[in-house]
């Protein structure tokens, strides 16, 4: 008994410790919960918040624009994060708070602030850049200000009254480029036996793990439409600030000598070459929109009023959902294609031509457009969704394909059930080509781990193993089923444009065009953006003015939408307190941030892919 009691008491004593650790840490969640609800609460019976009149709209996207924001846990809706590579804004938001900012006798002017945008496709540039204009028309003036402008920023801001530019800043206008990493003396090296199976010399989505460099065939398609687009960048830029195409371009293209001769200032080569109005600081920028907006008595800035909040004030009366009557549905078909299901961000066959269904078992929808933002993916799940497409237009309703930044290779596969084909002169489409791919890693495990597979096996089937060499015969098969499905893609092309297997074979092939080249070849209608592509469909269902359109979306949970609510109004309290509960996407860069993005990218995209045969129609031909 003696013995024992000198080894009770310290038990005892961390006993008590624990108990009381558990018990603070109770206490601790209680009240943190109970501080949420009471927040919760509090902003509920706020409402919506108040636009003070005379106010500027403060324009300030964080991150991509894109068509589609990708899937948000909860966590990151109370962080106001886009899931899937940082902070994202929506397309649809920028563009109805300048339509609704227009007719607003509360709005007076629109601030422009560019410095935490990321990328953005061209159309969608294009998109905002209209809106713009279009405010402008109501004799309100839109300021564009910013520290540092890349030319994807810059393209936005020529579409100003004014453009401030800090003295300390640069715009700098890169150009277009695809350029991809090439891995095949790094396949050597590991001994991976990397067996690819395509059609179509312009295929070049399998190039990096066939070659050191891009082939000759891709680089002349590439330069092609990547010139097309460059083109009307140049074109469009130099109309909104009132010089020439061919001026904007010498200023690319003699970059040094120009810097050199503005004595190393770019602020001042920008100046001098008029692309921006006046060099100004932060400060100076404040006065200029107290100038337009009036001050703020509390902050001692201009009046103003952030995109977000407006768009809460705004509630349903959103100028993207405006209308009476019938409906044009409109489906967003954003990402990568995969097989099955998948959360918004991605195209699943499954999940996507689910929403087509929706749209087309509603009684009060008339026409359906699909706004095709991808570069393909699974041939299968593609065959889906465009199944799906045929039978909306079976039932009689209007199938229009409104193409955005990217439409190709799956995405056009998607696009041929449909009455018309609508794409901006600057989509990158076409890429009508498909191909497999099948590593296997028996060198490498030999090599380097002394491991070998043998056996025995009724057919060579039986014995197909990433950790042995793919048979012959399986080679051969799996070449016969991506053969099979390239002419399946030709047949589909051929039927909804009529044309030939061999006219079509002619434009395919997986070359890459742009729009308005595509137009010309016939593989699109009309060339415009998806207001277009809805007014058509409006008018194939005879719907005349009377209509309204109705965005078809994956139904959120009840916490979802509690959780997208309280984020929104979380950030507006956070606001009003000077803080910001989106992070910069740029903190954690570094020198070597993009190459390992890239090399991260291309790992995401090779685990994604699930076709139930291994074949993909995908160009990967974004533009950086």
Same mark, same amino acid.
């Given at each position: 008994?003696?013995?024992?009691?000198? *080894? #009770?008491?310290?038990?005892? &004593?961390?006993?008590?410790? =624990?108990? $009381?650790?558990? %018990?603070?840490?109770?206490?601790? /969640?209680?009240?943190?919960?109970?501080?949420?609800?009471?927040?919760?609460?509090?902003?509920?019976?706020?409402?919506?918040?108040?636009?003070?009149?005379?106010?500027?709209?403060?324009?300030?996207?964080?991150?991509?624009?894109?068509?589609?924001?990708?899937? *948000? #846990?909860?966590?990151?809706? &109370?962080?106001?994060?886009? =899931?899937? $590579?940082?902070? %994202?804004?929506?397309?649809?938001? /920028?563009?109805?708070?300048?339509?609704?900012?227009?007719d607003d006798a509360r709005i007076s002017a629109v601030y422009l602030d560019l410095d935490e945008m990321g990328g953005a496709g061209m159309t969608v540039l294009q998109d905002v850049a209209a809106a713009l204009?279009?405010?402008?028309? #109501?004799?309100?003036?839109?300021?564009?200000?910013?520290?540092?402008?890349?030319?994807?920023?810059?393209?936005?801001?020529?579409?100003?009254?004014?453009?401030?530019?800090?003295?300390?800043?640069?715009?700098?206008?890169?150009?277009?480029?695809?350029?991809?990493?090439?891995?095949?003396?790094?396949?050597?090296?590991?001994?991976?036996?990397?067996?690819?199976?395509?059609?179509?010399?312009?295929?070049?989505?399998?190039?990096?793990?066939?070659?050191?460099?891009?082939?000759?065939?891709?680089?002349?398609?590439?330069?092609?439409?990547?010139?097309?687009?460059?083109?009307?960048?140049?074109?469009?830029v130099a109309r909104a600030r009132k010089i020439?195409?061919?001026?904007?371009?010498?200023?690319?293209?003699?970059?040094?000598?120009?810097?050199?001769?503005?004595?190393?200032?770019?602020?001042?080569?920008?100046?001098?070459?008029?692309?921006?109005?006046?060099?100004?600081?932060?400060?100076?920028?404040?006065?200029?929109?107290?100038?337009?907006?009036?001050?703020?008595?509390?902050?001692?800035?201009?009046?103003?009023?952030?995109?977000?909040?407006?768009?809460?004030?705004?509630?349903?009366?959103?100028?993207?959902?405006?209308?009476e009557g019938d409906a044009v549905a409109v489906v967003v078909a954003k990402g990568t294609i995969v097989d099955g299901k998948a959360a918004p961000g991605r195209i699943g066959g499954d999940s996507t031509a689910a929403l087509i269904r929706t749209a087309r078992e509603d009684d009060k929808v008339k026409a359906i457009v699909l706004r095709v933002d991808s570069g393909g993916g699974s041939a299968f799940a593609s065959e889906v969704i465009r199944r799906e497409l045929q039978l909306a237009r079976d039932a009689k309703k209007p199938v229009v394909i409104s193409m955005g930044s990217v439409a190709a290779s799956g995405g056009y596969w998607i696009a041929t059930s449909s009455d018309e084909i609508w794409a901006s002169p600057e989509t990158i489409t076409g890429s009508i080509g498909i191909f497999g791919m099948v590593p296997t890693f028996e060198k490498p495990l030999a090599r380097h781990l002394g491991m070998r597979v043998d056996g025995v096996g009724t057919t060579p089937w039986a014995g197909v193993r990433l950790d042995r060499a793919l048979p012959p015969e399986v080679g051969q098969a799996i070449q016969a089923l991506i053969d099979r499905g390239y002419e399946d893609f030709l047949e589909r092309v051929g039927q909804a444009r009529k044309m030939s297997r061999d006219e079509v074979d002619k434009i395919a092939r997986g070359r890459v065009w742009s729009g308005a080249d595509a137009k010309?070849?016939?593989?699109?209608?009309?060339?415009?953006?998806?207001s277009d592509a809805i007014a058509s469909a409006a008018q194939r269902a005879k719907l005349g003015d009377k209509y309204h359109v109705t965005w078809v979306e994956k139904e959120r949970s009840l916490r979802e939408k509690l959780m997208a609510g309280f984020s929104a109004r979380a950030s507006r309290v956070a606001a009003l307190f000077g803080y910001s509960l989106v992070p910069d996407?740029?903190?954690?860069?570094?020198?070597?941030?993009?190459?390992?993005r890239a090399v991260a990218d291309e790992a995401d995209r090779l685990s994604i892919w699930n076709d139930p045969r291994g074949a993909y129609a995908h160009c990967l031909c974004e533009l950086r």
């Open positions: 008994m003696n013995d024992d009691r000198p *080894r #009770s008491l310290p038990r005892r &004593v961390f006993s008590a410790v =624990g108990r $009381g650790i558990d %018990q603070s840490r109770r206490l601790f /969640v209680n009240v943190l919960f109970l501080v949420l609800v009471i927040g919760v609460v509090a902003i509920a019976l706020a409402g919506r918040p108040k636009v003070e009149k005379g106010a500027a709209l403060v324009v300030a996207p964080k991150g991509e624009l894109v068509e589609q924001l990708s899937a *948000r #846990s909860p966590q990151d809706l &109370v962080a106001g994060l886009a =899931g899937g $590579g940082g902070p %994202q804004t929506l397309l649809r938001d /920028v563009l109805d708070v300048l339509a609704a900012a227009k204009q279009d405010f402008r028309k #109501s004799g309100k003036k839109v300021i564009a200000a910013g520290d540092q402008f890349d030319m994807r920023r810059y393209y936005l801001a020529a579409h100003a009254d004014e453009v401030l530019l800090n003295p300390d800043g640069m715009v700098l206008i890169e150009g277009f480029g695809r350029y991809r990493t090439y891995y095949r003396d790094a396949i050597d090296r590991l001994g991976i036996t990397w067996n690819v199976f395509r059609v179509g010399e312009y295929k070049s989505a399998v190039e990096p793990y066939l070659r050191n460099d891009m082939s000759p065939e891709a680089k002349e398609a590439d330069l092609e439409w990547m010139g097309d687009i460059w083109r009307a960048y140049l074109a469009d020439t195409p061919e001026e904007l371009a010498a200023l690319v293209e003699q970059f040094p000598a120009r810097l050199k001769a503005a004595g190393g200032d770019p602020a001042k080569m920008a100046k001098d070459a008029k692309l921006v109005d006046r060099l100004t600081a932060r400060d100076e920028v404040r006065k200029r929109m107290i100038e337009l907006a009036g001050q703020d008595e509390k902050t001692k800035s201009f009046r103003q009023v952030a995109m977000a909040t407006y768009l809460e004030a705004l509630g349903d009366d959103r100028p993207s959902t405006k209308g010309d070849r016939g593989l699109v209608d009309k060339l415009g953006g998806l996407e740029d903190a954690a860069g570094g020198p070597g941030a993009a190459v390992l």
